[in-house]
């Protein structure tokens, strides 16, 4: 029996998208924002023929405490059979710190997912080449970077309104 012949006759199952958009906070949550990002990441896909698995609306810091709303997602996917496409507006509102790329890059390699941030026109899969995760990792260092500069800033503010 040639296994190759059952190889060529087994259908793929095209593959499908679990959609994410996040805001960081309650206040971010009663604009505008979360609902763009949605409406970009589902015209994409409509456009793209790419049939929606799950949708991931979330409210939660990408760089203070647990994000257990991502961490649901991702244990989402790792349950489905097939690849899974994370469809995200930008890779800032997916990840600002190396600690969730851990999880997301060894779910690449495994060939389990593949990450298209629209606003960077950049996917990454199993067979990204290194400058394009170097794109990836380099957005998240300055991403992570951003965040603790803003952070020393509300520290030094914070500093010069009690020494007045």
Request: a positive charge; proline letters at 1%.
């Amino acid at each position: 029996m040639s296994y190759s012949y059952l190889k060529k006759n087994v259908k793929s199952q095209p593959m499908q998208a679990v959609l994410f958009a996040r805001v960081s906070s309650k206040r971010q949550e009663r604009g505008d924002s979360i609902d763009a990002q949605m409406k970009s990441v589902k015209d994409y896909c409509i456009q793209n023929n790419i049939p929606i698995l799950a949708e991931y609306s979330i409210t939660e810091s990408s760089s203070k405490g647990e994000r257990k709303k991502f961490y649901e997602m991702i244990k989402f996917i790792k349950k489905q059979q097939g690849k899974i496409l994370i469809v995200a507006n930008t890779i800032d509102r997916v990840q600002r710190r190396f600690k969730e790329y851990i999880y997301l890059d060894e779910l690449r390699r495994d060939n389990k997912i593949e990450l298209y941030f629209i606003c960077e026109h950049l996917t990454i899969n199993s067979k990204s080449n290194s400058y394009e995760i170097g794109t990836w990792t380099q957005s998240i260092m300055w991403t992570q970077q951003y965040v603790l500069q803003s952070s020393d800033n509300i520290k030094r503010a914070n500093d010069e309104s009690r020494n007045k």
